[in-house]
């Protein structure tokens, strides 16, 4: 149980164009998802908390014009990143959260690598 | 302001042997603490969680204590097994706000000899 997907694994596009990265939750229902992005060698760094519904809420120094989450269902958030940069390169990986109100873990998804030429 | 700490940024251990990694943290209010594992270039895996009401956990080779006056916890891996070898992520339940947000360490890479 508790299984998260991500799509696509891996992608690579040209600077200037859109990105859309999808998170699953499939064995469960998840009102919180989370966006992570990690740079080679380095933590995970927390971009923003989506909640079903409802508007995202972006960590500071996170551009909310330039991520864009949407959490339409209870098992399915998106991430978009637009107009991309070769700055945006990066791994993105997203986690979701149980609805049940007792559950704490976050399970993640297998990640994004995001490559901008 | 790092809130978590995981000081040790690696740690080598010879297989059969125990790994202990350590964590700790800043904010008291913190009231429940998870470990994950994370292999290169895939997402982090759960392995074993503490609620701050309690001092141990146990979940196979993996234990997990928790000194709240330390403002300390640590994972106890044993016996190690080559597979073990993997980056370990310490992280902290912030219960303010409404969406419980984790506060992450810096991670432990572990490497189990054989």
């Known amino acids: 149980g508790a299984v998260v997907s991500q799509h696509p694994s891996w992608v690579i596009c040209k600077s200037g164009t859109s990105v859309k990265i999808e998170c699953r939750s499939l064995d469960f229902q998840a009102t919180t998802m989370f966006w992570y992005r990690q740079f080679p060698k380095q933590s995970l760094m927390l971009m923003a908390t989506s909640n079903e519904g409802s508007k995202a809420t972006y960590e500071q120094g996170v551009e909310k014009d330039k991520f864009l989450i949407n959490h339409a269902s209870l098992t399915l958030s998106t991430l978009t990143v637009t107009s991309a940069h070769p700055e945006d390169s990066s791994f993105y990986i997203c986690s979701a959260r149980d609805r049940k109100w007792y559950q704490e873990t976050q399970y993640f998804g297998p990640g994004t690598r995001l490559l901008v030429l | ?114």
């Open chain 2, 1 to 114: 302001d790092q809130q978590v700490k995981q000081n040790s940024p690696s740690l080598s251990v010879q297989e059969g042997r125990i790994s202990i990694l350590n964590c700790d943290y800043t904010n008291s209010m913190f009231d429940y603490f998870l470990w994950y594992k994370k292999y290169p270039a895939e997402g982090p895996t759960f392995l074993i969680s503490i609620s701050s009401i309690k001092d141990k956990n146990e979940d196979g080779r993996f234990t997990v204590f928790l000194n709240k006056s330390a403002k300390h916890l640590s994972l106890h891996i044993v016996p190690s097994q080559p597979g073990d070898s993997a980056v370990y992520f310490c992280a902290a339940r912030n219960p303010a706000g409404n969406n419980r947000k984790l506060i992450w360490g810096l991670g432990t890479s572990l490497a189990v000899n054989p």
